[in-house]
């Protein structure tokens, strides 16, 4: 894998670099950025089909078979967006992710774009399926760019999957094509986080990321940091973005957790 396999993914991209292997895609793009920080503009990626070391939620591990997964860290530098709503990040993350996958089926697929929904927080689902995670880390001392990086399972077999609740593109019978796909994630990373910007948009931007939540409507259970557990029916997002669940007759937003769809 080389940058001239993302032609597409390059018009977008404000930095593009593509390495054969790394640790971690995150890790190395923090660090370029905080060493030399006017060298990477708004959007600037680091992309990989060989991670090694990645990393996810409450640091858990993340690795692929080379070849097997695309991780892609993109740099976000979002200024224009107050403080209290910077956790729409993450989801507007999740979302330009849910709808570049999407575009990875035929157009002629039966049902296949309708297949791919988000998880609250950070997950992207095919068919109820973990097929991407999504990680978010704030670039220390500088609280205006946010690393987003992401992992999908682009040609994993069934045998190379990491948990029985995972599954790839390839698997879903998807087309694979890891240019449109960087290329279609970016374009919408750009897209929803200029609308973001602005009261109207903002507005806008909430109401996409809600219809492509999957976990709105569903019985869910919540694991909490505080290792408590809810159960309960997500019914929304409020203003920050945390999730709304109703539990014993009371609204609870829940702010950082696990969740499962129950049914």
Avoid at 64 to 69: E, F, N, R, W
Avoid at 93 to 104: E, F, N, W, Y
Avoid at 125 to 135: P, Q
């Amino acid at each position: 894998m080389q940058a001239g396999d993302f032609p597409r993914a390059a018009i977008i991209a404000g930095r593009l670099d593509v390495v054969p292997h790394t640790g971690s895609t995150n890790a190395d793009l923090l660090a370029a950025v905080a060493g030399e920080p006017d060298a990477y503009p708004h959007l600037s990626v680091l992309v990989t089909d060989d991670q090694r070391a990645g990393r996810g939620r409450l640091d858990r591990t993340w690795t692929a078979p080379p070849g097997a997964a695309l991780a892609i860290s993109v740099l976000l530098r979002v200024p224009s967006i107050p403080t209290e709503q910077r956790g729409w990040v993450s989801l507007i993350a999740g979302a330009a992710m849910t709808r570049a996958l999407r575009g990875q089926f035929a157009p002629d697929a039966a049902d296949g774009g309708s297949r791919v929904g988000l998880k609250w927080p950070n997950d992207v689902l095919i068919d109820g399926a973990k097929v991407c995670g999504i990680l978010s880390q704030m670039l220390p001392g500088e609280p205006d760019a946010i690393v987003v990086g992401a992992g999908v399972n682009t040609r994993m077999t069934p045998g190379q999957l990491p948990v029985p609740a995972a599954t790839s593109l390839a698997i879903a019978g998807a087309d694979v094509d890891p240019d449109r796909l960087l290329a279609d994630y970016l374009q919408g990373l750009r897209r929803m986080l200029a609308a973001a910007v602005s009261a109207e948009g903002g507005v806008g931007v909430r109401a996409e990321v809600r219809e492509l939540c999957a976990t709105l409507g569903s019985e869910v259970r919540v694991m909490l940091p505080d290792e408590r557990t809810l159960e309960g029916r997500a019914t929304g997002l409020d203003d920050a973005g945390r999730l709304i669940v109703a539990v014993g007759g009371k609204s609870l937003s829940v702010a950082a957790g696990d969740v499962i769809h129950v049914r």
